[in-house]
Every structure is written in C-alpha cells, then in structure tokens.
C-alpha cells in the first residue's frame, strides 16, 4: 500500500504540515500564528477579522466540494469501465457459446457414429460446462479487481465471490 492509497492521506499532509511549521516556529522563535493575530488587532479599525468568519468557511466548504468532485469523477469512471467490460462480455459469451454447441454437435454426431468412447465424450461434457460455468461467473462480475494468473500476467479476478 502506497501513500496515495492511504485513506486518511489529507490528515496526514496537514498534520506534517503542522509539524513542520510548530518546526518552524521552535527553532527560528516567529511565533507564527502571534504574527497573524497582531495582523488583526493592528487592522481592527478595518473589520478584517470578520473576514475570517467568510473566508474560513468558505475555503472548507471549496475543499470538500473538490474532494467530492474528485470522487464522483473516479465512480463515474469506474461505472463507465464496468459496463464496457460487461458488454465486452456480453460478446464473449455469444461467440463461446457459439463455439461450444458446435463441439456439441461434433460430440452429438460422433456418439451416433461410435467414434468416441463414453469417458471421453463425458470429458469433452465437462470441459464444456466448466468454461460456460466460467465465462457466466466473468460476465457477472461486479468489479474489475485484477489477479496474478502467473508471473507478469493478469486477469480479471472473477472467482471472488462478494
């Protein structure tokens, strides 16, 4: 897990940056926030201090707007991706499912002809289900987590059940 995945990374960028600036302020003595205060008392004549109760909650409420904006961006994104993949899918399935009941009918036509014994045509059966059993579970997904299938490949991690 990088820094960017952590979930409270905000908190920690702000609390460093407090740290750093109580830093500041030990080792060089500016008594920052004392500054800004005789800022105020020094302008009181000019009301600024009142800007404060504007600004204050104004900047907050720009923040989490931001934030929220970030957020809804990356969902409709991912929605976006999910239903691209689900109608990548949806052709999937058609062309297997074609494939699949030709090699039934092959099946079909060699059990008529005697050119298969039983336990292969019973293997052949199980090969076929087991795929259309998997490309269901593929194509009924809903996320796009990614598995290691073997060194340096991935796929879509189908088989975890929500």
């Known amino acids: 897990m990088g820094l960017t995945d952590f979930r409270f990374k905000n908190t920690l960028y702000l609390s460093l ?8 302020n030990i080792f060089f003595d500016l008594d920052i926030f ?7 008392h020094q302008h ?9 109760l504007l600004f204050v909650p104004l900047l907050a409420g720009l ?3 931001l934030n929220n904006e970030k957020h809804r961006k990356a969902h409709a994104i991912d929605r976006e991706r999910l239903l691209a993949f689900k109608a990548t899918m949806n052709t ?15 099946i079909s036509e060699a059990k008529d002809n ?9 293997e052949i059966n199980s090969a076929i289900f087991k795929t259309a ?24 991690d189908y088989k975890t059940k929500e």
């Open 17 to 24: 940056l407090g740290v750093f600036l109580i830093s500041i």
């Open 114 to 122: 005697d050119k298969l014994d039983k336990q292969m045509i019973e």
């Open 92 to 106: 999937v399935h058609d062309i297997n499912n074609n494939f699949l009941n030709a090699i039934q009918f092959f």
């Open 133 to 156: 059993n998997q490309l269901k579970q593929l194509g009924d997904i809903n996320h796009t987590d990614e598995t290691e299938y073997a060194e340096g490949i991935k796929g879509i």
């Open 34 to 40: 004392e500054r800004i205060v005789d800022y105020v």
């Open 63 to 65: 923040l989490i707007d």
């Open 44 to 52: 009181e004549e000019y009301d600024i201090d009142e800007l404060f």
